[in-house]
Structure formats: C-alpha cells, structure tokens
C-alpha cells in the first residue's frame, strides 16, 4: 500500500491530465529481442494490441543485450512518451534507469520478466507464475515416470533472466522429495534453437549411451533444437528421452504431434493486453494497479490433439 501511494503520488498529476486530452497516448516498447517463436509473437500481439487501442508503439528491438535496452528506455524518456512497456533481458541493474522514468513521471510496466529493483521504480509487472510453470513441467515428469530411475538433463534459459532462475527453481521444487530423479546435467541455451541443439549434442556426448530419461528445457525453442540432437544421435525424442519443456509454442505442438515431444506448460504472449488495460485505468483516473497481474499457465500433453492446437496457434505470429 505504501509503494502504490508513492508512486500514486509520482505519476497522478501527469495521469490526471492525459485522461483529459483526446488523443492517442504514445508507448515505448524495449523488447529483448526474437531470440523464440514465442518472444516474435508477444512482439506481434503487442504491436496488435496498441493498434486496437490506438496508441502509437515506439518499438525498439534489443537483439538481447541489455546496454541496448537502457539505451531504448532512456530514448523513450527523452522523446516523453506517455508509458514504457520493458521485457527485460535479465533482472539486475534497472535502477538508474528506472528512477531516471519514475522522475520524468513516465510509467513503467514490466512484461513477462522481472527485475530486482524497488517495487516502487515501476507500475506494475504482468506475467506468469515462473516458479509455478517450472513445478507443472517437474510434477509432470514425477507423474510420467514414477518410482523409475530418471537422469535428466536441463536447457536453461538466458544466465541471469527471471525465467532461467525461476523455472529452474520450480522444476526442482516438483521433483523434490523422489530421489530417483536426478538433474545430471544443466547448461543454458541461451532460449534459442541452435544453443539448444548445440548444448543437448554436449550432453548425448557426455553421458553413457542410453542413460538420459528425460530432457527439461526452459523453452519449446531449446527443446526443438535438442529434439534435432536426438535424432541425429539415433535416438527417438519423446520415447528414449522424454520431452517437457516451456511456453506453448506452435512447433512444439508440431513435435507433439509426431511423438517427438511429450508436454509443454503454457506462457501466454498476450502481455500487452493486461499491460494496456492497467495503463488505460491509470491514465483515466489514477487507478494504481496490483503489483503484479499474473497470467494463466495450462499443462498441456499428446492426450490433448496437439494437431489441433497447433493450427489455432500458426497464425498468432510465432
């Protein structure tokens, strides 16, 4: 309650006066990048979102580098645009940033990522429960396996970002406590399809032929590139080594579909919608939202016609 009065206090007088004026409120976007599918389609429905809503996006791609996302923030201030929407590439050193927009009375919300800075340097935050999605994918694993001995290997995500630390964290929150599921190997893949092939190619070559069970990726991205590892080691991707990974992509359905994948616990790109109806409410009468809107997660698995999933979500812009 506290950081919503002070930031009330910040940001209400700027937010009094745009609900007075008729026109299109202007928004910054520092997107990470397109590192996955699913970070192309929450680039593509974001961009959707606004035109629905007639504002005026200023898009800026960071090609993954966070020097590239500051410089767009501060960009976005200079040029002072009404909001910044910021996926951020990792979590730590957002504060001079961050307080350099607070200042300029420009409301920051953070999309599918967090940081680690005061709550009150930023609006709100709209995401998933990582933490959560990571468990889904373990207690999956727990369920399919049972009392068998399972050597798994893990794709992390980027060194550093929220999803990487949190999915990890409840991956191994959903396997605590069944000691015959163990974590052999964990090296990040940096999100994307060829560090996952390449990782998962290290992997085959570093454990005994035959003696992973299963393979936990921190995105459908990573697991699709590792399912190509699999397969060029002569291996059957989702039965010799299962498959459960995260986001719910298209081409992981597709894997679904072919046997080659066996679960994905769904992110939801759409986070601009929630991320513009907070601003919308805050531009019109200074209503301060939660600090966090928390998106749905679903588990989904082959029993679930991922044939069928896959041609509803083709055309999302993944």
């Known amino acids: 309650m506290i950081r919503k009065l002070t930031l009330g206090a910040s940001l209400l007088a700027s937010a009094c006066l745009m609900s007075s004026a008729a026109f299109a409120q202007t928004v910054g976007f520092s997107q990470i990048g397109s590192e996955s599918g699913w970070r192309a389609a929450e680039t593509t ?30 960009s976005f201030i200079a040029q002072g645009v009404d909001a910044i929407l910021l996926a951020p590439v990792v979590a730590t050193g957002w504060d001079d940033v961050l307080e350099e927009a607070k200042e ?26 990582l933490v959560h999605e990571g468990r ?27 999803p990487a630390i949190d999915r990890k964290k409840g991956f191994e929150e959903g396997i605590a406590g069944h000691d015959n599921i163990k974590i052999v190997r964990s090296q990040t893949g940096d999100f994307t399809r060829a560090k996952g092939k390449e990782v998962m190619e290290s992997f ?6 035959g003696s992973i069970c299963a393979l936990y990726a921190h ?5 699709v590139g590792a399912i190509q590892a699999i397969k060029e080691a002569g291996l059957k991707p989702g039965e010799d080594i299962k498959v459960v990974s995260i986001d719910a992509v298209p081409d992981i359905f597709q894997a679904m579909a072919a046997g080659e994948a066996n679960a994905t616990v769904e992110l939801t790109p759409n986070m601009a919608g929630p ?27 082959q029993a679930d016609d991922p044939q069928a999933i896959y041609e509803q979500k083709k055309d999302l812009g993944y």
């Open 275 to 301: 991320a513009f109806d907070a601003l919308a409410a805050f531009w019109n009468d200074g209503t301060v939202p939660p600090d966090f809107i928390q998106t749905e997660s679903k588990l989904y698995t």
């Open 45 to 74: 429905l974001t961009r959707m979102e606004a035109e629905k809503r007639s504002i005026d996006l200023k898009f800026a791609d960071a090609q993954q580098k966070q020097e590239n996302q500051i410089r767009a923030v501060r």
């Open 219 to 223: 995105n459908d991205d990573m697991a």
């Open 204 to 209: 085959l070559k570093a454990e005994a032929p």
């Open 104 to 129: 300029a009375e420009i409301p920051v919300v953070l999309l599918d990522r967090m940081v680690d800075s005061s709550k009150d340097l930023y609006l709100t935050a709209v995401g998933s429960d």
């Open 136 to 162: 889904v994918a373990g207690e999956w694993l727990v369920g399919e396996v049972g009392d068998a001995d399972c050597n798994v290997v893990e794709l992390q995500g980027t060194t550093g970002s929220s």
